[in-house]
């Protein structure tokens, strides 16, 4: 009995568990995303979204959702930086990441600092988390959704 409970025990740490390489599988979408979005490269940026998406942010109207959730996230992005004066934003991944992937479904928590442009001063958001999640579309992981929680 002692070793069907340590087997069933050893099951459940693994389950969710990826490795190293499923790992960097799962974080290419989003640091194309990230690279995308710094460089302003709109179509790339939007070729890492799933057919569906949602999406919670820190700017109006805070949620996205459907099959044009990340191009109006986006366009919706560039019409509050533009009204408020925002230029040159630039996302950078932190130091500490989370993820968790079970059969075609991963679950990404990356620490990120957001910097930007605005009224001619340089602005830093230290430690906000960006939660993502994927899925498995043929052989490419999908961003499916994401929140990001200002610190």
Same mark, same amino acid.
């Given at each position: #009995?002692?070793?069907i409970v340590?087997?069933?025990?050893?099951?459940?740490? #693994?389950?969710?568990?990826?490795?190293?390489s499923? +790992?960097? @599988?799962? #974080?290419?979408?989003?640091?194309?995303?990230? &690279?995308?979005? $710094?460089?302003? &490269?709109?179509?790339? #940026?939007?070729?890492?979204?799933?057919?569906? =998406? /949602?999406?919670?942010?820190?700017?109006?109207? !805070?949620?996205?959702?459907?099959? =044009?959730?990340?191009?109006?996230?986006? !366009? @919706?992005? $560039?019409? !509050?930086?533009? +009204? $408020?004066?925002?230029? &040159?934003? *630039?996302?950078?991944?932190?130091? +500490? =990441?989370?993820? &968790?992937?079970?059969?075609?479904?991963? !679950?990404?928590?990356?620490?990120?600092?957001?910097?930007?442009?605005? $009224?001619? *001063?340089?602005?830093?958001?230290?430690?906000? /988390?960006?939660?993502?999640?994927?899925? +498995?579309?043929?052989? /490419?992981?999908?961003?499916?959704?994401?929140?990001?929680?200002?610190?």
């Amino acid at each position: #009995m002692s070793k069907i409970v340590a087997g069933l025990f050893a099951i459940a740490l #693994m389950v969710g568990s990826a490795s190293a390489s499923e +790992k960097a @599988d799962v #974080m290419r979408p989003i640091l194309q995303f990230v &690279d995308s979005f $710094n460089r302003g &490269d709109v179509k790339t #940026m939007l070729g890492g979204c799933a057919a569906q =998406t /949602s999406i919670i942010d820190e700017f109006p109207p !805070y949620i996205w959702q459907g099959a =044009t959730g990340c191009a109006d996230w986006s !366009y @919706d992005f $560039n019409a !509050y930086a533009k +009204k $408020n004066a925002i230029t &040159d934003p *630039k996302v950078i991944l932190g130091g +500490k =990441t989370y993820v &968790d992937v079970t059969g075609d479904h991963a !679950y990404v928590v990356v620490t990120v600092h957001f910097s930007f442009t605005q $009224n001619e *001063k340089r602005v830093t958001e230290h430690g906000s /988390s960006w939660t993502v999640a994927l899925q +498995k579309v043929a052989d /490419s992981w999908r961003i499916t959704g994401w929140a990001w929680a200002k610190h």
